[in-house]
């Protein structure tokens, strides 16, 4: 099971209890023991097939399309349909009418959030290279979303 690097996940306890409780078989534990220079190839490798990947999205348009940014694109293998089993956490403030509005949203407020928090963590700054959207799955069934309060940015 892989979690994606969310606040979200990370402020509902979710990605703590999956990837440290020993109850789960947890990618993100692999992924971080793993040296980065000599073991690229099979971090990539693992994150984008995982049976299961736990994750945010960025917003979510009141039409049902889901939408995830990323500065590196690391997470949006396994949620574009690598990983044979999606569950997206969503807070309630994701929920916007458009895709012109998940633009702004991502660009005016998730991504300076971002921005913080990378700089604060890794010494180095976000962006929002990349998006995902989904509209559909060709799978029904592989993909579950949990709406809940506001959580996240």
Do not use: C
Request: proline share 5%; charged share 20%; net charge neutral.
């Amino acid at each position: 099971m892989l979690t994606g690097a969310s606040e979200t996940l990370r402020l509902s306890g979710i990605a703590d209890d999956l990837n440290a409780s020993g109850r789960y078989d947890a990618v993100r534990p692999w992924l971080h023991a793993i040296d980065r220079a000599a073991g690229a190839y099979e971090i990539r490798r693992l994150a984008a097939v995982s049976d299961f990947v736990v994750d945010s999205v960025a917003a979510v348009t009141e039409a049902g399309s889901l939408v995830l940014a990323s500065g590196s694109g690391s997470r949006l293998p396994a949620n574009a349909g690598g990983a044979g089993h999606a569950i997206w956490i969503v807070g309630g403030q994701k929920v916007v009418p458009d895709l012109h509005t998940v633009l702004r949203r991502v660009e005016e407020h998730a991504l300076p959030l971002e921005n913080e928090r990378a700089q604060t963590a890794y010494g180095t700054p976000s962006a929002g290279n990349r998006l995902l959207v989904l509209n559909a799955d060709p799978r029904p069934g592989r993909g579950t979303v949990l709406l809940r309060e506001a959580i996240g940015y």
